[in-house]
């Protein structure tokens, strides 16, 4: 007797798309909703939405960044096609300035960088995800496929920038309110502002790795990829 061939639904691949389908969905809709949020706070109550926007929006924030970490997941079971090292710089990046940094300092919260440095994730996040959703269902457009390949380039360096600047606002409340500092035993301790002034000098080191990476990335997609059409 002949195989019989699975219907498409039974397929891995095909299973595999939907699950990436969803997920992307769900990020796109999440980093959707906050954008449009500080959008029309900032056109409604200007300056002073920028005070309040981690009390606005810091939740929804901090459960898409926290899914976000399933795309390690995604990279080392095969789901995902990406490079482990750059993705793993870029969400310990988000990760640790979002629950370290800001979650941890509610001084912090109010910064105007706060609200910048959301500007800047979000703004990234919706492009790729969009590009990413369409592209896992066969759909692709040059002029997404260009912007996501692009945006990064001048806009993820902001971001450093950003965070290095939320980083550096933070240490005076870490120095005075003693978070995370610790005594061990045998007369050690840690002093955690010590760490965040290491952590700064690591942030730029890993940028310029992700830089690369990503750069180069974009060569090869461009090259292989430079105005494919919209497949049906």
């Not at 007797?1 to 498409?8: E, K, R, V």
């Not at 939907?18 to 954008?35: D, E, M, N, R, T």
């Not at 490079?83 to 990046?93: D, S």
């Not at 606002?169 to 955690?192: A, H, K, N, R, V």
Request: glycine content about 4%; proline content about 4%.
């Amino acid at each position: 007797m002949g195989s019989t061939a699975l219907p498409a639904w039974r397929q891995p691949r095909y299973r595999r798309n939907i699950y990436l389908f969803i997920y992307y969905l769900i990020q796109f809709c999440g980093h959707s909703w906050i954008f449009t949020n500080m959008t029309v706070r900032f056109f409604s109550f200007g300056k002073d939405s920028m005070v309040d926007t981690f009390y606005a929006i810091g939740l929804v924030m901090r459960l898409c960044q926290s899914v976000s970490l399933l795309e390690l997941l995604h990279i080392c079971v095969g789901i995902e096609s990406n490079h482990l090292l750059p993705r793993f710089l870029q969400l310990t990046e988000r990760i640790i300035i979002l629950f370290v940094v800001i979650t941890s300092q509610e001084e912090v919260q109010g910064k105007y960088v706060v609200c910048v440095l959301f500007f800047f994730w979000n703004l990234l996040d919706m492009v790729r995800y969009t590009y990413s959703m369409l592209s896992v269902i066969g759909i692709s457009y040059a002029i997404l496929t260009w912007l996501s390949q692009t945006l990064w380039m001048p806009v993820y360096p902001l971001c450093v920038l950003a965070e290095a600047f939320a980083v550096y606002q933070s240490l005076p409340y870490f120095e005075s309110f003693g978070t995370y500092s610790t005594t061990l035993p045998f007369d050690l301790s840690i002093y955690f502002p010590y760490v965040l002034k290491i952590y700064l000098m690591m942030l730029f080191i890993g940028m310029y790795f992700t830089y690369s990476h990503l750069y180069s990335e974009r060569s090869d997609m461009l090259r292989v990829f430079p105005i494919k059409k919209k497949k049906i």
